[in-house]
């Protein structure tokens, strides 16, 4: 989303059911459309993430529904949940489920992927969730398991957390798992900053989430872009078969990305918001520019972004934080 005041936009919170058409021979790629809530934690909207296949753009084009086609030509729909929450070292709430969409499905999810930032590290917290898994990773296990969910991966660098959680009629279907990091906070050797990345295979198909947290401030742009290119480049995986990033089939990026609104004032963002003018915002929008610019985003895909700017929020509240 866009920030109030230049402290805008950054790519968190939940998608909706992520739509994309799979074949054996080429990709078509669709974004989520995106949906509101709110959360008493963050308070955040939720909208599309960014996605990118290593297949020719071209190949790429809009269509309702997920299809996962295998060899005997049998369709099956197939829908992807991805959330992405800075939670601010909170711990977990008493009920995720709007956050998960829970009530307002239209069809049964197939896939969670749970992305995290912020998540609570300090050296005891830390020691402990060392030798026991973190209370995030039990919450949402325990939440979602009598739902028919199994937690597949998972992968933690300190404040960062990925989860994956698959239903468990898909588990013969699912093959090749693989997790990875990248540090980039205090010149690459400081895990406050950077990603975290697992793959599997679906079907035959190899999927990769990647879930970051970029460097936070307005005028900070190019140091986000570079920490994205230090990410990409180092996040290798243990595999023959697609051991960088951009060699899957399709790779969704998302995270705290921190990007900002540049250059308009905090009285013009404010007037419109409240008109639900939000396409005045996008040409100063940072990651939006970054796009056009950068050969590094060539090939991302984004949703349109109608809805209101997700940072910040009073907590408990649905009233900006202009301080």
């Not at 693989?178 to 975290?196: C, D, L």
């Not at 985003?297 to 408990?316: A, H, V």
Request: glycine letters at 8%; a positive charge; proline letters at 4%.
């Amino acid at each position: 989303g866009q920030a109030v005041g230049g402290a805008v936009r950054e790519r968190r919170a939940v998608a909706d059911v992520s739509r994309l058409m799979l074949l054996e021979d080429d990709v078509i790629l669709i974004a989520a459309a995106p949906c509101s809530a709110s959360h008493p934690l963050t308070a955040a909207v939720f909208h599309p993430l960014l996605l990118a296949s290593r297949w020719r753009m071209d190949l790429c084009h809009y269509a309702d529904g997920l299809t996962m086609v295998r060899g005997t030509r049998k369709a099956i729909r197939f829908g992807l949940h991805i959330v992405t929450w800075n939670v601010g070292t909170a711990g977990p709430p008493d009920d995720v489920t709007t956050l998960l969409q829970l009530e307002t499905q239209t069809r049964e999810t197939d896939m969670y992927i749970i992305g995290l930032q912020e998540v609570n590290s300090k050296v005891p917290s830390f020691l402990v969730d060392m030798v026991f898994n973190d209370p995030w990773t039990i919450f949402f296990t325990n939440f979602l398991a009598p739902l028919g969910y199994i937690r597949v991966s998972s992968i933690r660098m300190q404040g960062l957390l990925l989860l994956v959680y698959v239903k468990y009629l898909h588990l013969p279907y699912v093959r090749d798992l693989r997790t990875s990091y990248a540090r980039t906070g205090a010149y690459g050797y400081w895990g406050n900053k950077g990603g975290v990345a697992a793959r599997l295979s679906v079907y035959g198909h190899l999927l990769c989430f990647l879930n970051c947290h970029l460097p936070a401030h307005l005028n900070n742009s190019g140091q986000r872009i570079t920490s994205f290119q230090r990410i990409l480049a180092a996040l290798q995986f243990t595999s023959e078969k697609a051991p960088a990033i951009l060699d899957h089939d399709l790779l969704f990026w998302f995270g705290d990305l921190n990007f900002r609104i540049a250059d308009h004032g905090l009285r013009f963002i404010r007037e419109s918001i409240g008109r639900n003018r939000f396409h005045l915002l996008w040409d100063k929008d940072q990651l939006n520019k970054a796009k056009t610019m950068e050969p590094v985003l060539s090939g991302f895909l984004e949703g349109q972004l109608l809805f209101k700017p997700t940072y910040k929020f009073n907590l408990d509240s649905i009233d900006y934080d202009t301080r």
